[in-house]
């Protein structure tokens, strides 16, 4: 008989988890609370751009699939991993979703079981909340009667070469018992396990990895907006600097910080510092305070490059290319292209989006879907291109447009300005 591997939470982190743990052998639980996306699931209808209809489908033939809305069904696990949201809810972390599936999850854990908690978090959380609300809802003791571990996500929406079984994934454990257990668990669904001493280590490598590159990211943001001024290309300047074979690693500029890590995760571990500490941790503001600014520079560069035609921002026909938070993909979360769009609609632009991986219902209230035709082009003020998705045809945006402002150095000519 299969081990039971019960998944808690089933959007962009836990479907991928829950479909290679299918894969690898497991009878799976996928557990959420979203009654919708359950039955979606259950149909083989997946939300989720990583996972195929056809591999859901897959996966439900093999009848070691179900997703649920019913903790019941997660009895007699021999895995559970919790896989559920960690947002920020006026700057401060919100850990409901996890106290919830813990709460939720203690009863049915057995002894001998482990419990492996993913979310993205502040280090100190598995041991200093999960753990309490386990124990007190199973009565079962860790690790004396059932294990308990930390491995943070490395999950890389629309990465087709850096998938979840190749991605090396860190481990840890409460104690090393525990350390066993889980790595012996990720050892069946990945390929390389990097196992690290405490969870508390686990917990900060996964805020250093996505506060490092905040931090850069803030900093040829800034560069650019500097760069700019003193009429030097920054871009130019990036590609030279990217050339040198070590000691530098290429970043680039964008109209600021989308996604489910890079807004939240930094922010996680600032607030700790000042929580414990009393500390302010200076580089993480300052990148938060420059990311967050970026999407009210773009729509000043987009209102100067209009001022110089004559034109002003106020009724003036803009096309943006792509609404998500990166290159590829339909994911929404935390995209900063959706704030450059009603910055702009709030100034009196009128806004017409291209976005062809995202469904109307994501696009912000009275922007206009729009394709991107030689017409469509023609008709705008500004065409301005926000995610570079590669089914855009740039030659034809740079060959009709009027003007192009250019956020990820798609696009040349002299009617082009790039962030």
């Given at each position: 008989?299969?081990?039971?591997?019960?998944?808690?939470?089933?959007?962009?982190?836990?479907?991928?988890?829950?479909?290679?743990?299918?894969?690898?052998?497991?009878?799976?639980?996928?557990?959420?609370?979203?009654?919708?996306?359950?039955?979606?699931?259950?149909?083989?209808?997946?939300?989720?751009?990583?996972?195929?209809?056809?591999?859901?489908?897959?996966?439900?033939?093999?009848?070691?699939?179900?997703?649920?809305?019913?903790?019941?069904?997660?009895?007699?696990?021999?895995?559970?991993?919790?896989t559920v949201p960690t947002p920020l809810r006026e700057s401060v972390p919100d850990?409901?979703?996890?106290?919830?599936?813990?709460?939720?999850?203690?009863?049915?854990?057995?002894?001998?079981?482990?419990?492996?908690?993913?979310?993205?978090?502040?280090?100190?959380?598995?041991?200093?909340?999960?753990?309490?609300?386990?124990?007190?809802?199973?009565?079962?003791?860790?690790?004396?009667?059932?294990?308990?571990?930390?491995?943070?996500?490395?999950?890389?929406?629309?990465?087709?070469?850096?998938?979840?079984?190749?991605?090396?994934?860190?481990?840890?454990?409460?104690?090393?018992?525990?350390?066993?257990?889980?790595?012996?668990?990720?050892?069946?669904?990945?390929?390389?396990t990097v196992p690290v001493s405490t969870t508390a280590v686990a917990e900060l490598?996964?805020?250093?990895?996505?506060?490092?590159?905040?931090?850069?990211?803030?900093?040829?943001?800034?560069?650019?907006?500097?760069?700019?001024?003193?009429?030097?290309?920054?871009?130019?300047?990036?590609?030279?600097?990217?050339?040198?074979?070590?000691?530098?690693?290429?970043?680039?500029?964008?109209?600021?910080?989308?996604?489910?890590?890079?807004?939240?995760?930094?922010?996680?571990?600032?607030?700790?510092?000042?929580?414990?500490?009393?500390?302010?941790?200076?580089?993480?503001?300052?990148?938060?305070?420059?990311?967050?600014?970026?999407?009210?520079?773009?729509?000043?560069?987009?209102?100067?490059?209009?001022?110089?035609?004559?034109?002003?921002?106020?009724?003036?026909?803009?096309?943006?290319?792509?609404?998500?938070?990166?290159?590829?993909?339909?994911?929404?979360?935390?995209?900063?292209?959706?704030?450059?769009?009603?910055?702009?609609?709030?100034?009196?632009?009128?806004?017409?989006?291209?976005?062809?991986?995202?469904?109307?219902?994501?696009?912000?209230?009275?922007?206009?879907?729009?394709?991107?035709?030689?017409?469509?082009?023609?008709?705008?003020?500004?065409?301005?291109?926000?995610?570079?998705?590669?089914?855009?045809?740039?030659?034809?945006?740079?060959?009709?447009?009027?003007?192009?402002?250019?956020?990820?150095?798609?696009?040349?000519?002299?009617?082009?300005?790039?962030?």
């Open positions: 008989m299969a081990d039971k591997l019960v998944v808690v939470g089933q959007g962009y982190v836990g479907l991928p988890l829950a479909m290679r743990g299918v894969a690898a052998g497991f009878d799976v639980v996928g557990v959420d609370v979203d009654e919708l996306r359950v039955k979606r699931l259950n149909a083989a209808d997946s939300f989720v751009e990583d996972i195929t209809d056809d591999e859901l489908a897959v996966a439900l033939d093999t009848g070691r699939y179900l997703a649920t809305v019913d903790y019941a069904d997660t009895e007699g696990f021999d895995v559970c991993v919790i850990l409901s979703y996890i106290a919830e599936a813990g709460r939720a999850i203690a009863p049915w854990t057995r002894p001998g079981a482990t419990v492996v908690l993913e979310s993205t978090t502040y280090p100190g959380t598995t041991q200093e909340l999960l753990r309490p609300l386990l124990e007190a809802g199973s009565g079962l003791r860790a690790p004396e009667e059932f294990f308990l571990g930390y491995s943070p996500e490395r999950i890389d929406p629309g990465n087709s070469r850096w998938r979840l079984e190749n991605t090396p994934k860190v481990v840890s454990g409460i104690d090393p018992t525990s350390l066993a257990k889980v790595r012996a668990f990720y050892d069946q669904i990945v390929e390389t490598c996964k805020l250093l990895e996505n506060t490092f590159r905040h931090v850069n990211i803030a900093l040829v943001n800034e560069l650019s907006i500097f760069a700019q001024q003193l009429g030097i290309d920054a871009w130019e300047a990036i590609d030279a600097a990217s050339t040198k074979p070590f000691g530098y690693m290429r970043f680039v500029p964008g109209p600021g910080v989308g996604g489910h890590c890079l807004p939240i995760d930094p922010s996680y571990l600032s607030w700790q510092v000042k929580r414990t500490l009393g500390h302010s941790f200076r580089f993480v503001e300052l990148a938060n305070d420059i990311n967050d600014h970026m999407p009210a520079h773009v729509v000043t560069r987009v209102g100067l490059m209009l001022n110089k035609a004559g034109k002003a921002l106020n009724g003036s026909r803009l096309l943006l290319l792509g609404l998500s938070y990166k290159k590829n993909s339909g994911d929404m979360r935390e995209s900063p292209s959706i704030e450059v769009a009603k910055r702009l609609a709030l100034l009196g632009a009128r806004v017409r989006i291209a976005e062809p991986h995202v469904g109307i219902d994501g696009f912000p209230a009275g922007a206009v879907p729009a394709g991107v035709t030689e017409d469509e082009l023609a008709a705008a003020d500004v065409v301005i291109v926000l995610t570079d998705h590669d089914v855009f045809d740039y030659e034809m945006v740079e060959r009709v447009s009027e003007r192009i402002f250019d956020t990820r150095n798609r696009c040349a000519g002299d009617h082009v300005e790039r962030l």
